[in-house]
T-cell receptor
């Protein structure tokens, strides 16, 4: 089973709302990732968690707050977003983040619209 | 990580081989070539990766030139379901040399398979 499950699939929120995106994997992977993908652009890395600790933050604004409650779950908390934050948010996981043979498995994404 | 150059788009007839080129002329000795694809409205999917030898798996073959400055992904019998954006990514060690770095997606090649 190489499934990464993301919920919700679609989310519409106002600029004053607080919402959370969720990601779950049961492959025993110890690295998890958040990517952002704007329309017709490639995915861009936002955060990497390795062994439940934040290892990479790609200078993401603080209105995006990641959380890794355990090795199977990854959340992205959203607060005071802007319309330009509307995008497809992708979660991925891999056995660990630093090996060359490390393969990332992606979820289907959450399509976020900020009004 | 080395930059990659791919054609913007390619067409292929169903049942024929699809050959997707990638130029990575600045690749260094410890950098690997990865291929991912993204079918519309889905997350990226790992296809294959290699260092200098040709590689084959159930999805595709990867041919890397002897000087490692370019590579070709081959889908031997393309189907309509292979229509996707194909990303060629070069991944190397972090500055400290202790681990491998993040995946950085370029613009990719839009492959359209026609009936």
């Amino acid at each position: 089973d190489t499934e990464v499950t993301q919920t919700p699939k679609h989310l519409v929120m106002g600029m004053t709302n607080k919402k959370s995106l969720k990601c779950e994997q049961h492959m025993g992977h110890r690295a998890m990732y958040w990517y952002k993908q704007k329309a017709k652009k490639p995915p861009e890395l936002m955060f990497v968690y390795s062994y439940e600790k934040l290892s990479i933050n790609e200078s993401v604004p603080s209105r995006f707050s990641p959380e890794c409650p355990n090795s199977s779950l990854l959340n992205l908390h959203l607060h005071a977003l802007q319309p330009e934050d509307s995008a497809l948010y992708l979660c991925a996981s891999s056995q660990e983040s630093s090996g060359i043979g490390d393969i990332q498995y992606f979820g289907a994404g959450t399509r976020l619209s900020v009004l | 990580d080395a930059k990659t150059t791919q054609p913007t788009s390619m067409d292929c007839a169903e049942g024929r081989a699809a050959n997707l080129p990638c130029n990575h002329s600045t690749i260094s000795g410890n950098e690997y070539v990865y291929w991912y694809r993204q079918i519309h409205s889905q997350g990226p999917q790992y296809i294959i990766h290699g260092l200098k030898n040709n590689e084959t798996n159930e999805m595709a073959s990867l041919i890397i030139t002897e000087d490692r400055k370019s590579s070709t992904l081959i889908l031997p019998h393309a189907t309509l379901r292979d229509t996707a954006v194909y990303y060629c990514i070069v991944r190397g060690r972090n500055a400290g040399g202790t681990s491998y770095g993040k995946l950085t997606f370029g613009q990719g090649t839009i492959l359209t398979v026609h009936p």
